[in-house]
């Protein structure tokens, strides 16, 4: 059939469609959990899911009925990811919606595209009294986005050519077309059964601490997607020193580029350590622990082996944007609490499923600063910024800068809107700084002991749609709203 | 004579050895006030004045003994913009050193680079009580530093390829070689003489408005130079109405680029407002002053005027860096006091006194922005930003994007090297982004009804080197702490 107006609507349709529809199959999974532990919410789960099924159905039924052309374009590229993601959340809410927490439709939606973002920013004030199968589904939400992202990051982004991931994703060291298997199809399979299976060994860990299975999964299905969903109301703080541990090195993995946990599965180890990116996110990671840890020392008395675990579950927490919460960092040094907050601008690698900016794009940054003053120095030279051992084009370097640009930009009109809405300027920085990072706990009075249930219902929409920017790489979702989209050129 | 050697030594000598002694000579200026006024200080200038002409007199004179090469490189450049702009504030110290004041040296340098980079940040705590001959040489220090950046803007940084300077100040529209003289040493002495002519007919006005000569001289030698020393301890909040409309007036002069206040003498209106920069610089006083201003009017029974007067003083205050106060804006509401934040760093226009990322940049730095959005659609395009009409070689918005990332970095890692120097948060990121800017008052405990005297010496220190930093567009210091500005080639 041939291809008609600006988009390809019926293949879009066909596409969401069927997302829909196996995000209602999802929700059919929670219900072994609400049965078990028999909460009243398994009716909610069905009717949410057969309400999604059988619209998800409809849509992709009629799309196929109606016939559509396979040419798949950018632009139509664009639509499905940031309308999949925001229709997702739709439809995602519905168990909330229907379940005896009753929210309002603001208060569900936040919840759930904080979710299927992996940002991990709550609304409920009790979560332990909340139904186990409705809890399950919360897990659920997080694992299905960090999922996506990482289809997103290895078939997707790359094609759309959004933030320079182009680059990150195909030249992690050592790899060339013959060597990994070039078929895009193949590499994102492969890379989700590492998702799947680190998913699986988490969970046997944290049994092996005294967990039960349902929590143990709960954590592991939220770590792995950099989540930070937990199912207690006071997240991390309360586990073992053990468990603890077991979440860091998960969260480490988790923010860690997903070829290279791959590798580390072939043991591949000089690959990983030859990663520039990689030597970076260990670096900061170290540094950022070792200064915190030193103050929570010199100012407290828990004792060497607590103050520095404390600092690096919050340092990688945060780094990898995951949001778990072992200790109250706002409570911490003015520096400490500083060096926190400046964390949240650095997110993970490119390719895990960690938010933010990503370390790769602050080091083209930091080597492209240096690298101006040369320039200034000899006008004439060209002077290219070089990551991995190789030299990058300029239009990528322009491409990382824009977007890093573009972060801080939203960064500052989402504190100007948030402070329009009435919300305090500690609040703002914090509310806006968390969402847009995809990370969860933030600063103010949405502190990592606190939740978002108390700010109005507009700051809500606002920060649902700050997630949504952020989880898509900022340029997928702005590029709707140029008149350039819209124009046949 | 031949030139030998990284840098021409000897010309550096005799050209910081001459900038020393005029210092000197600036600081005899103020002994009528001193001895009018009956004042002790007039020792302290004389004892200053003797040891500045002294130091400069051998250090010229011995250069010109040695002998030097008239070659000028760009290397020579930096060292003597950096190098003189520090000593320049090291001997202008001296007179506050020697006075009744009896400041710290960390407190006496502080406030000089503060006045040399018209900062305007104080560390006096009752300025009414200090004599009128030291309060003097305060103001003419912001007056000898906008006349010295004039200088720097029009012949200097375009030859050193500064952040894009040499765009913004030869591409004023309407001007070609041809039409505006086009030697560079008569564009600066005529830029002069509307700098010189402006300070005295702003010295009139405001003596009409009842003011004494030597206040009304004092505000206009800091109004100019958009410095903001007032000799008054709550700055601009006790004068009239009127006084504080010819500062309003004179502020946003002060802001424009000084070739368009040229043009306003020739009463080229349309080449005025033809200017792309311009048109933005009173758009955002516009918007901003409109959104305060309702705030203000909505939140207070102070009237539409007072509202008004009082959110347009401050709008134009900080957004051209001058850091007059007529009003507390950390007492607005947090959206007004958010807004006054973010005006922190605009900065006025490029060519003018203003301090900060200026307007222009961030035309760039939007235009860019947007366009790289069209550049993701159609990647093989090429796609130029257009300034005034013209394209923009891409190495020039390389380098104002470059610009602008280097202030927020060093924002950063200002806010983290007070943070762990034991300043609070707001204090922090308020001295940072003031002193960064060269605006003078900030938020936290540095705000506008507050002055730096509190701070630890270090504090002091680090702030005094990122007025520096600010005030030399950042890569003019920079570049001598990278590792090609001490190679050969
Ligand atoms: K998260
Ligand atoms: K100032």
């Known amino acids: 059939m041939q291809r008609k107006g600006l988009f390809n609507i019926w293949l879009i349709c066909r596409i969401l469609g069927i997302l829909i529809l196996l995000n209602g199959v999802f929700m059919l999974f929670c219900l072994p959990f609400a049965f078990y532990f028999g909460d009243g919410d398994w009716e909610a789960l069905v009717k949410a899911g057969a309400i999604t099924i059988f619209s998800g159905g409809i849509a992709s039924l ?38 005896e927490i009753n929210p309002s439709f603001a208060d569900a939606y936040f919840e759930t595209i904080s979710g299927f973002s992996t940002t991990g920013a709550s609304i409920l004030n009790d979560i ?37 991931m182009q680059l990150f994703v195909a030249e992690a060291p050592g790899i060339t077309p013959d060597k990994l298997q070039p078929r895009i199809k193949e590499t994102a399979r492969r890379l989700w059964w590492v998702y799947a299976g680190l998913t699986g060994v988490e969970t046997i860990l944290l049994m092996t601490g005294g967990m039960s299975f349902y929590n143990a999964l709960n954590h592991a299905l939220t770590t792995m997607a ?8 006071d997240s991390a703080a309360s586990f073992s020193p053990y468990i603890q541990y077991i979440l860091i090195i998960f969260m480490l993995l988790a923010g860690t580029n997903f070829t290279l946990n791959y590798f580390l599965f072939k043991r591949m180890f ?15 990671i170290a540094l950022a622990t070792f200064a915190i840890g030193v103050t929570i020392v010199m100012t407290t008395d828990l004792g060497v082996e607590k103050s520095f675990r404390d600092a690096l579950f919050q340092v990688i927490s945060i780094i990898t944007t995951t949001g778990f919460v072992s200790a109250d960092y706002t409570a911490w040094t003015p520096f400490a609490t500083m060096i926190i907050f400046v964390l949240m601008f650095s997110g993970g690698m490119a390719g895990s499923t960690a938010g ?9 940054l930091f080597k492209n600063s240096f690298l101006e003053l040369k320039r200034q120095l000899h006008p004439t030279a060209i002077i290219p910024v070089r990551f991995n051992g190789k030299a990058i084009k300029g239009s990528i370097t322009f491409n990382v800068l824009a977007f890093i640009m573009a972060y ?9 809107v948030m402070s329009a809405i009435g919300v305090d300027l500690m609040t703002s920085i914090g509310a806006v700084a968390t969402s847009l990072g995809n990370i969860g706990p933030g600063i103010g009075t949405v502190g990592p002991v606190d939740n978002f249930a108390h700010l109005p219902d507009l700051a809500k929409w606002v920060l649902s749609f700050l997630m949504l920017l952020g989880r898509l790489e900022l340029f997928t979702v702005m590029i709707i709203f140029t008149p350039y989209f819209w124009s046949r050129f």
């Open 62 to 99: 009629y799309a196929r009925k109606v016939g559509y052309s396979q040419e798949f374009r950018k632009k139509d590229g664009y639509i499905i990811v940031s309308l999949g993601w925001a229709l997702m959340a739709f439809f995602g809410s519905l168990p909330y919606l229907f379940s």
């Open 128 to 164: 332990e009294s909340v139904g186990k199968g409705i809890l399950f589904w919360r897990s659920l939400t997080q694992w299905i986005g960090g999922m996506g992202i990482i289809v997103l990051a290895v078939a997707v982004l790359p094609f759309l050519g959004i933030g320079g």
């Open 226 to 233: 950099t989540g930070g969903f937990s199912t207690f109301n």
């Open 270 to 284: 000089k690959a990983i350590w030859n990663n520039e990116e990689y030597k970076y996110y260990i670096y900061v």
């Open 356 to 364: 933010g900016v990503k370390i790769v794009r602050h080091i083209i």
């Open 408 to 416: 801080f930009l939203i960064f500052g009109i989402g504190i100007l």
